[in-house]
């Protein structure tokens, strides 16, 4: 197996994601089904077109600010979840899993009006936000534990990127679950340790500097609710999370790919697949 049949490859580059990562670590035989064999899922999560339709609208409310310095009706942000959502439920083509809060597509769509309603109501006036980024794409050459240039780039998108009256950077990720995220594993979370990697190796912070973080999470409730949470990154957190892509790296170029059993198995789109295993 090359490298390039297990990593994304842009412009004869070699990069990896933060998602490959969690992907590989979370289970290594759903990696290679996804990234090495490139396979069809056999079935899909609603909460991976859900997510996407949210993040569509959420998008288009900050785009908005930062480019008109207005805030988008919600009637709109609204009407754009619910086209992305519908459009991409169409054009799956293999059988979608449904959740208790989400069972059918009628309750699908009016949990994601809600949850919306709810992010709006949440924001008041926002015409002051100093927005830097919108989904805004990075990357960033990986160097191995002496210091030395990889052949590899890690890639992210940021969903938001701004700075606050205090002259602070700080990254935003959009979250929709039912559970609140708990401060030990926002704090853990390697997902805002590869933005802080991004941010630091393209300038935008002091390569030394701590990182501020927050997630705004929409819970999937009756009542939806609106939640954030902040953490940091710090210097040390990025050098960590080097050597984990690394490694990760390692396992891939060494075909190291084993299943995992784990709650993340009732949604994954390879469980025939797994099966012989």
Request: proline share 4%.
């Amino acid at each position: 197996m090359s490298k390039k049949q297990a990593v994304q490859v842009f412009n004869n580059e070699l990069h990896i994601s933060h998602s490959q990562i969690f992907t590989y670590l979370s289970c290594s035989l759903k990696y290679k089904f996804q990234n090495v064999e490139r396979r069809a899922p056999e079935r899909i999560s609603i909460a991976l077109p859900f997510g996407s339709a949210i993040h569509s609208a959420i998008e288009m409310y900050y785009r908005s600010l930062k480019n008109k310095n207005q805030v988008e009706s919600l009637n709109r942000i609204t009407e754009r979840f619910e086209d992305c959502l519908l459009i991409d439920l169409d054009n799956i083509k293999v059988p979608i899993i449904y959740k208790k809060n989400t069972p059918d597509k009628t309750a699908t769509v009016e949990m994601g009006k809600a949850m919306l309603e709810a992010f709006y109501i949440s924001k008041g006036d926002q015409t002051a936000l100093e927005i830097i980024g919108i989904e805004l794409p990075l990357s960033a050459m990986l160097y191995d534990a002496d210091g030395q240039p990889t052949d590899f780039k890690l890639t992210g998108i940021i969903d938001l990127l701004i700075r606050n009256e205090k002259g602070e950077i700080i990254v935003v990720d959009n979250k929709t679950a039912a559970l609140s995220i708990a401060q030990s594993i926002a704090d853990k979370d390697n997902q805002m340790t590869a933005y802080s990697y991004l941010l630091a190796s393209n300038k935008y912070i002091f390569p030394t500097a701590p990182v501020k973080c927050r997630f705004d999470v929409l819970r999937k409730l009756k009542k939806p609710k609106f939640e954030q949470v902040e953490t940091y990154r710090m210097a040390n957190d990025r050098k960590r999370f080097s050597k984990i892509a690394n490694l990760v790296l390692s396992g891939i170029n060494a075909q190291i790919f084993i299943p995992q059993r784990s709650w993340m198995c009732g949604d994954c789109g390879y469980k025939a697949a797994c099966k012989p295993w």
